[in-house]
């Protein structure tokens, strides 16, 4: 079955370290990429999206995510974070080819200390 | 884009009963999804509303207990049936424009005690 896979569930990092956050998917046909950033009590904010081209996005906040096709992979970066990056972060995939349906990793709790 | 008007946004309901949330969008749209959102948890797909036909449900999830309606390409019901605590959650309804990212109605909060 399809599904995506985030690797790290809880992050904690200090201000201004580099932040990499894992994304896999298992689908072989074509999708759309996305991060979704939640806020503590607040609701889903969409960080970047890959439909095709330079598998390098950037998005907002500094943030960016690579595609690695032969990977399957769309892992998020930052170089420098700051208190305010304290979220949960959600890898999504828009499954196209006849599923067309947008499937959420379980998400990764990043806690960032002054 | 797409704006999602979705209600109610919270709710508290007794165990045993139902619940109808709404979703109206300002465009129309092909695919329009239900998902839930356990607390702490991700958003889990609950199905996909299909215009004019039946609903396509994920597994674990079954039409007697989340029956979805989708008489147009601009407005969707989602109902929990015969509620229990297990049920309390956000549920949010979301819309794909092709080409485009997914935008998501404000969520309902549900409370089932």
């Known amino acids: 079955a399809q599904s995506v896979s985030q690797h790290n569930h809880h992050v904690i990092l200090s201000e201004a370290a580099s932040l990499e956050l894992g994304c896999n998917y298992s689908?072989?046909?074509?999708?759309?990429l996305f991060w979704y950033v939640q806020y503590p009590g607040q609701h889903l904010q969409l960080l970047l999206k890959?439909?095709?081209?330079?598998?390098l996005v950037k998005g907002i906040k500094g943030f960016e995510a690579e595609f690695i096709k032969s990977k399957f992979s769309f892992n998020l970066r930052k170089p420098s974070v700051q208190w305010s990056d304290t979220a949960e972060y959600f890898c999504?995939?828009?499954?196209?080819?006849?599923?067309?349906?947008?499937?959420f990793g379980a998400g990764t709790r990043l806690a960032v200390h002054p | 884009s797409a704006v999602i008007s979705q209600k109610p946004s919270r709710d508290i309901c007794q165990r045993g009963t139902s619940l109808t949330i709404q979703c109206q969008v300002d465009?129309?749209?092909?695919?329009m999804f239900w998902y839930r959102q356990q607390p702490g948890q991700s958003l889990t797909l609950i199905a996909t509303?299909?215009?004019?036909?039946?609903?396509?449900?994920e597994s674990g999830f079954v039409i007697d207990k989340f029956p979805i309606s989708r008489p147009n390409l601009t407005f969707s019901t989602l109902t929990v049936s015969n509620m229990s605590p297990e049920d309390s959650s956000i549920y949010l309804c979301?819309?794909?424009?092709?080409?485009?990212?997914?935008?998501f109605g404000q969520g309902t909060r549900l409370t089932v005690v």
């Open positions: 999504a995939v828009f499954l196209s080819g006849g599923y067309n349906k947008l499937i």
């Open positions: 689908y072989g046909g074509t999708v759309n």
């Open positions: 890959y439909f095709s081209g330079d598998p």
């Open positions: 465009s129309q749209v092909t695919m």
């Open positions: 979301s819309v794909v424009k092709q080409g485009s990212e997914a935008f």
């Open positions: 509303a299909n215009q004019g036909s039946e609903a396509t449900y």
